[in-house]
């Protein structure tokens, strides 16, 4: 049974902590339900922008001295932005949880946004762009979504363009701040070895004054069509997304699609890993995801091959799709695949930082704790005739789009 302690501060911030004392470490993760889908049309990428701003100094310590405040001892300290989220979150030895939640706290709190700094770090963010754009294996991926989502909230680049980025004032980072970063928005999510009293006194201490009031809602939910989008690249490959709809984190197939997606190219013995790579030889990486948010989501295969197996891969892909959607798994290959599923669950769970990620993207996202034993309850009931199902109403070739980046990619597909 789980001994998750949840305290709600009088403001409505939240904070979670799991206690786990054969550990001699935590992860502190201080999230904010927050992401690209909340920016308005002329905010892409100040979420992302954001992230990068809190590590840059605030009225007491440098840039410098915020990352030596946990690096310097024996932590590490990190933070991501996603489309419905923002996570600054660091590992810290059992002895050093409060100097975490301190130094969070501060960068969320008490953040300069210097305009000099704000310049600076624009043009990093620049950068990461030119780098992602250069990366076809990696950029290919946002052009699918974009490319299926369009302007949909959920279908804008988590990094912005170039003309957005450059544009920000220190001015509108503290206006969306203002707006997002607000107590019923935040939660303090702890797991490891250290005693719940001491993180929510702390809490109150350091977040009882945030302030309250924020409306969010969901958006309607995004839909794509089928279609092509080639760009010709002077790469060695052609990196590719071939995908469709999927499901929103409230709906019933959740499970039902995520088996699915293990079966099809989510492990070393799922069919298009064994049919693409390893009995033809058509692929180094190959696989497939899935990714879900509180409105929709969408269910992806990608890859690289070279320009000459291209046309292969494709027809290959098309006819585990139409196998799915015929015949579902084999009996064993259900059962084999869920076992997978739930092994990653429970060997996840092993480390404190997937501790923390999961009770707070539950938290975020349902408003509870989920038990281990009802998720794994849900992986188990999955038939194949849910399969079967799933696959007839997402698979349909009118429905599948396909991106690719690489030399002749303009080629029409099988």
């Not at 992602?132 to 699918?144: N, R, T, Y």
């Not at 804008?156 to 997002?180: A, C, L, N, W």
């Amino acid at each position: 049974m789980s001994n998750i302690v949840k305290h709600t501060l009088p403001n409505g911030m939240r904070v979670l902590v799991e206690p786990v004392g054969h550990v001699r470490s935590a992860a502190v993760g201080l999230w904010c339900k927050t992401g690209s889908r909340h920016e308005n049309e002329n905010e892409a990428g100040i979420t992302h922008l954001i992230e990068h701003m809190l590590f840059k100094g605030t009225k007491t310590r440098t840039a410098k001295q915020i990352a030596e405040s946990i690096e310097g001892r024996g932590g590490s300290l990190n933070a991501f932005t996603d489309r419905e989220s923002t996570c600054y979150y660091c590992r810290v030895l059992s002895d050093d949880v409060e100097n975490g939640i301190d130094v969070l706290s501060d960068m969320m709190l008490n953040s300069l946004i210097d305009p000099e700094e704000l310049k600076r770090e624009e043009q990093v963010v620049l950068e990461e762009i030119r780098r992602s754009e250069d990366e076809p294996g990696d950029h290919v991926h946002e052009l699918h979504l974009e490319g299926r989502w369009g302007s949909h909230p959920l279908g804008k680049p988590i990094i912005g363009t170039r003309e957005s980025v450059s544009s920000f004032e220190p001015q509108h980072i503290r206006s969306y701040m203002d707006r997002q970063y607000r107590a019923e928005n935040v939660v303090l999510s702890i797991a490891g070895n250290v005693d719940p009293a001491v993180v929510i006194r702390k809490a109150e201490e350091w977040f009882g004054a945030l302030p309250t009031g924020v409306t969010d809602s969901q958006p309607t939910r995004p839909s794509g069509s089928g279609g092509v989008n080639y760009i010709e690249k002077d790469v060695e490959q052609v990196h590719f997304c071939i995908g469709t709809e999927g499901c929103s984190l409230y709906d019933d197939e959740l499970f039902t699609l995520a088996v699915l997606d293990g079966a099809m190219g989510g492990s070393m013995s799922s069919r298009l890993f064994q049919e693409i790579r390893e009995k033809r030889g058509l692929a180094y990486s190959v696989g497939s995801y899935t990714l879900t948010y509180g409105a929709g989501g969408a269910f992806t295969v990608y890859g690289g091959t070279s320009e000459q197996n291209w046309e292969q891969v494709q027809e290959l892909v098309r006819k585990e799709f139409d196998n799915l959607m015929k015949s579902g798994l084999e009996a064993e290959e259900l059962a084999r695949t869920k076992r997978h599923l739930a092994g990653s669950i429970v060997l996840g769970l092993e480390g404190m930082s997937s501790r923390m990620m999961r009770m707070s993207k539950n938290e975020l996202h349902h408003g509870r704790i989920i038990p281990l034993e009802e998720t794994l309850a849900k992986l188990e009931a999955v038939t194949n005739d849910g399969i079967v199902e799933v696959a007839n109403r997402i698979l349909k070739p009118e429905l599948v789009s396909t991106t690719a980046i690489g030399p002749g990619a303009e080629a029409e597909p099988a």
